[in-house]
């Protein structure tokens, strides 16, 4: 017989470790099955990130992001104190290398207050006396900010889960999507599995999971590749907190920062270059479909022909070590191109739309049996466990 569930979650990534959890934590009766394309989880962007809790600064007041973000800084907290999780609020520091990108900084620091944080703002001066590893003509302090290890938060979810009852299944890639009226069917390979309500947290193939389902869908995930460098050991006491640069506000990437690691050593990264595979971790990987669905969206043409230089300067970073390190020296000069050592790269599943618009929000599809979590870039690691109270809540209420 068909194996038979309450709710079918798809994809075990933080967003759908999370959501699961917190449908169980409210809904304790409730059968449900994560699936997983990958032999374990956590595979993808929730491994491959840069391991920061956000504070808020960026996202205006309002938004999906400025709300989940604060709230889930709180959240990821209190779960990693619960279970000994590594949390460390080292804070962060985003420093303007130039006059010209005060202004900038002066926006961030009025919506970060707009978000409820209480930013310190350091001249020259003070920047010089409190960091000397650090070169700017001003500095935004945030204390919120933290640094955690996202793949054990997931895998910590995902085991709360299944001591809770819930199913998690493995090395399935879901290639069938059939909704009927009593019913959502989920199918992958020869298997079969029906539910009542279904949500997918996909990721990188968020789009390509609400098309298989034939949900309207108007934009498509575009792939960004994050490479990182780590710094040489000789790095690692420069710089207690995070350190970033002042982001270009027409793109919703922050930056190549420098991240302090939870197990040690920090990470210069990640730049935002266009992937030509969804999951294409290195340069070289190159998928035909992927390329395929680029190639057929308009939006990608649009967004290319909108932001010619930052694309151009992005090819630059990452073909160019020498590059990618003057941008480092910006802010910290006595980075060398010898402290640059290899690091593995994320991609980061970016909705963009019809319009060449990249969506700066999370966004949400839905059919009367299914969710869809159809865009969660940055920080919804941070904000996971607020994006699954936020769809528990619709869960509950379609029981
Ligand atoms: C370089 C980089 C740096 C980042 N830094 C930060 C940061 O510092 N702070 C922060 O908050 N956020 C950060 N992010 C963003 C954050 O990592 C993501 O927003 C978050 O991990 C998204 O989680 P997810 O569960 O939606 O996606 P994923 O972790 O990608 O999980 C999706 C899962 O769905 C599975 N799946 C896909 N298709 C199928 C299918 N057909 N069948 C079954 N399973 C399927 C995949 O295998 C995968 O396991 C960063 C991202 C990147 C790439």
Redesign the pocket.
């Known amino acids: 017989m068909a194996a038979r569930y309450d709710v079918i979650v798809?994809?075990?990534?933080?967003?759908?470790?999370a959501s699961a959890w917190q449908i169980l934590r409210q809904w304790p009766a409730c059968r449900l099955l994560i699936?997983?394309?990958?032999s374990a989880?956590?595979?993808?962007?929730?491994?491959?990130?840069?391991?920061?809790?956000?504070a808020g600064v960026y996202y205006p007041a309002g938004s999906l992001k400025a709300r989940m973000c604060r709230e889930g800084l709180q959240q990821t907290r209190d779960f990693c104190q619960r279970h000994a999780l590594p949390f460390r609020q080292c804070g962060k520091w985003i420093v303007a290398a130039t006059p010209q990108q005060v202004p900038g900084l002066r926006a961030l620091e009025a919506r970060a207050r707009q978000n409820g944080l209480a930013p310190t703002w350091l001249s020259d001066g003070e920047l010089r006396e409190r960091q000397p590893m650090l070169a700017g003509v001003a500095a935004l302090s945030v204390k919120e900010s933290a640094i955690v290890d996202?793949a054990a938060i997931?895998r910590q979810l995902l085991h709360d889960v299944q001591r809770a009852g819930a199913e998690l299944r493995c090395a399935?890639?879901?290639?069938r999507i059939d909704e009927r009226t009593s019913e959502i069917v989920v199918g992958?390979g020869e298997q079969t599995f029906h539910a009542r309500q279904l949500l997918c947290?996909?990721?990188?193939?968020?789009d390509?999971?609400a098309r298989?389902q034939g949900i309207d869908c108007d934009f498509r995930i575009i792939p960004?590749?994050?490479e990182?460098y780590r710094l040489a050991p000789r790095c690692d006491d420069w710089v207690p907190h995070l350190v970033y640069p002042v982001p270009d506000p027409t793109l919703p990437f922050l930056g190549v920062h420098l991240?302090p690691r939870v197990g040690g050593g920090v990470l210069a990264?990640?730049n935002a270059m266009l992937a030509l595979a969804r999951e294409g971790y290195r340069r070289r990987d190159i998928d035909a479909a992927s390329l395929r669905e680029m190639a057929s969206f308009p939006g990608f043409w649009r967004l290319l022909a909108s932001h010619p230089r930052a694309g151009l300067r992005e090819l630059h970073n990452a073909y160019s070590a020498r590059h990618y390190l003057k941008g480092l020296q910006q802010y910290c000069p006595a980075i060398e191109l010898h402290d640059l050592l290899p690091a593995p790269?994320?991609?980061?599943?970016q909705a963009v739309s019809r319009r060449g618009e990249l969506l700066n929000d999370f966004h949400f599809l839905q059919s009367a049996r299914s969710i869809h979590?159809g865009n969660?870039?940055?920080?919804?690691?941070?904000?996971?466990l607020l994006i699954g109270e936020h769809i528990a809540a619709q869960v509950l209420a379609r029981r």
Do not use: W
């Open positions: 798809v994809g075990a990534g933080i967003v759908g470790a699936i997983e394309k990958e989880p956590a595979q993808h962007q929730s491994s491959h990130n840069s391991g920061v809790v956000h996202y997931c399935l890639p879901v290639d992958s947290c996909a990721g990188l193939m968020s390509r999971l298989l960004f590749r994050g990182f991240t990264g990640p790269a994320g991609v980061r599943a979590v969660a870039p940055s920080p919804a690691a941070t904000s996971a």
